[in-house]
């Protein structure tokens, strides 16, 4: 028997729902900052000069791509999936260490582009560790922290929902594009 409480026991199905969506919103928002302030510095840390230029319009393209894919995909299924089962084994956990927990996790599903890219030669590891393995972790970890200060104060939840509004109208709008330009054929 473990010695931490079940969540379903102390908090309602529905209030556990309303904070996966609240924590959604968080880690879209700061997913969005995290990873231009990441790119930025993954320009910066790239070693594509022996490629006239060509490398960093590369590792622009990829982390777009790497960028529209986790909004629309991997983060809401992560923070409904993944989260909600980290919400649930550190919920008598101290905060730091439940955001500790919550950072790790994002890392680790960072790590799994960061290392593809990697291993494909498409991004040195500094710039990989900047662009694709400290945003979703950092997202994480900001998800965390922000959902109990959300939950009770509904401005900040709609205040991170319209800052969440960027990045997924930004990705719709990539999406769509691609659809337009390849149908103008």
Do not use: C
Request: aromatic share 8%; net charge neutral.
């Amino acid at each position: 028997m473990s010695d931490t409480p079940d969540v379903e026991a102390t908090v309602s199905s529905k209030e556990l729902s309303r904070r996966a969506w609240i924590a959604l919103g968080v880690a879209e928002a700061a997913f969005g900052l995290f990873a231009v302030l990441g790119g930025i510095g993954a320009l910066y840390a790239s070693d594509a000069a022996d490629l006239q230029g060509w490398g960093d319009l590369g590792l622009v393209v990829i982390m777009l791509m790497t960028g529209v894919a986790s909004v629309l995909v991997a983060i809401p299924l992560a923070v409904h999936t993944v989260g909600r089962f980290t919400v649930r084994k550190t919920q008598g956990w101290p905060a730091r260490r439940a955001g500790l927990a919550h950072l790790a996790v994002g890392l680790a599903f960072g790590s799994l582009s960061g290392a593809i890219i990697v291993a494909n030669d498409l991004a040195s590891i500094p710039a990989a560790l900047l662009a694709f393995v400290l945003p979703p972790g950092l997202a994480g970890l900001t998800a965390n922290t922000l959902v109990p200060y959300a939950a009770r104060h509904r401005w900040l939840a709609v205040t991170a929902w319209a800052l969440a509004a960027v990045p997924i109208g930004l990705s719709l709008y990539a999406v769509a594009t691609v659809f337009i330009i390849g149908q103008a054929d």
